[in-house]
């Protein structure tokens, strides 16, 4: 990170400009190159598949990539990559594995993950009307999703839907499944890319989709008809909690800049840090991502110790926390550096952009906080009922 990603920050940017809709700049693979050379590959994957490692040992490093937007494509580490191969990994078949997943750790490919859809609220997954009917050999899928994030992307390949293949089993849970779907398939329209604040996050972006009479063989179903609900729960465990890594990765680099900022910065007669506000200002941020950073290790490490399930109440107690965390500290690091903080002259406004956004990303904040609050009211509540 410090020899070859941000010295290069400024220099990929203005890449980015020339490359092309939809193309990453030349820079990106010449450094993924030299990552994968030195091992630095897949290192979110536990088992074989990946580099080895637990969610505890991948939490500081995946922070350590948090501090530059782009950094953890780098290292085939990037979402929605990331949540994709889990699910392939977990529930993929063999001939699954080896069209999609291993090009995918390869780093040859990309995916996305298209599962919001505009006309409903996707916060409640069994909301989703998109349709995936059997037809002989075949799904036909027909439906409009957006915030599909990674489809525009030029090495995007594989689409991963989730919608409805039994809308009327009396288990809501049971009425979704998950299915493969090459992006070239003939019916699949990107509409348009949606803008995150203002951000259109290229090249991958956030595209609105239609799927029109998309046709694919029934073997691109995954796990089963009635098994996306699983699907989708056993993905956003780990996804939410390397999003928390990663924003603690940025609200600790916009820590540092404020407390450079306010060093260097005089006003009224005296450097910023010398004024009592900011002072508190920096002392809260430093508490707050101490805070969170324990929060998220602890998580990891009951992921580590007990499994995803099991450690879910501290999954949605970091994805509560961290996000909300992290837009704080980086808007008082915003206050700190003025008219500076909002421009492009700073990682501030982008990383503000990603960490409010995450509010939403991977369930909001209403659902985390009702799911969790549920839960601990049944595991505590019996005590007080016996």
């Known amino acids: 990170m410090a020899e070859h990603i941000l010295p290069n920050e400024a ?3 203005e890449a980015l400009k020339s490359a092309g809709d939809g193309h990453a700049p030349a820079l990106l693979q010449q450094l ?6 030195q091992g630095l590959w897949n290192l979110f994957l536990p088992g074989h598949h990946g580099a080895g490692l637990s969610n505890a040992d991948y939490a500081p490093l995946a922070e350590i990539m948090g501090r530059v937007a ?19 990994s977990l529930y993929g078949t063999e001939a699954q594995k080896a069209r999609w997943l291993q090009p995918l750790m390869a780093g040859e490919i990309r995916s996305a993950f298209s599962m919001t859809e505009p006309a409903v609220a996707s916060s409640d997954a069994t909301n989703i009307q998109c349709e995936i009917r059997r037809d002989g050999d075949h799904y036909v899928i027909n439906g409009r999703k957006w915030y599909t994030s990674g489809a525009m992307n030029a090495a995007c390949q594989l689409l991963i839907v989730m919608g409805k293949t039994e809308p009327d089993h009396p288990d809501k849970h049971r009425q979704q499944s998950m299915i493969l779907v090459p992006i070239d398939t003939p019916g699949v329209k990107i ?3 949606m803008a995150a604040f203002g951000y259109e996050d290229h090249p991958g972006g956030h595209p609105e ?3 029109d009479n998309v046709r694919v063989p029934a073997e691109n179903l995954l796990l089963g008809e009635g098994r996306g609900f699983e699907i989708a729960q056993g993905r956003l465990g ?3 909690i390397h999003h928390c890594m990663r924003l603690i990765g940025c609200a600790q680099r916009a820590l540092e800049l404020m407390c450079q900022r306010a060093t260097a910065r005089v006003a009224f007669g005296k450097p910023l840090g010398e004024h009592g506000s900011v002072r508190e200002d920096i002392a809260h941020s430093y508490c707050e991502i101490e805070q969170a950073r324990l ?21 949605a107690a970091a994805k509560i926390v961290v996000p909300a965390m992290a837009a704080r500290v980086i808007d008082r690091a915003i206050q700190v550096h003025g008219a500076a903080g909002v421009s492009q002259d700073t990682f501030l406004a982008e990383a503000y952009v990603y960490a409010r956004f995450i ?6 904040d209403q659902v985390h906080l009702a799911a969790l609050g549920r839960q601990l009211l049944k595991q505590h509540g019996a005590a007080a009922v016996a």
């Open 11 to 13: 220099r990929y940017a």
């Open 32 to 37: 993924k190159a030299l990552a994968r050379a």
């Open 70 to 88: 782009w950094a953890s494509e780098v290292f085939n580490c990037s979402a929605p990559d990331t949540g994709n191969m889990e699910i392939l």
């Open 191 to 193: 509409v348009r890319n």
């Open 209 to 211: 989709v239609v799927y």
């Open 238 to 240: 780990p996804g939410r």
């Open 295 to 315: 929060l998220t290790m602890m998580a990891a490490e009951k992921m580590d110790r007990e499994g995803n399930k099991a450690a879910r109440d501290l999954i």
């Open 359 to 364: 509010r939403i990303g991977d369930g909001p």
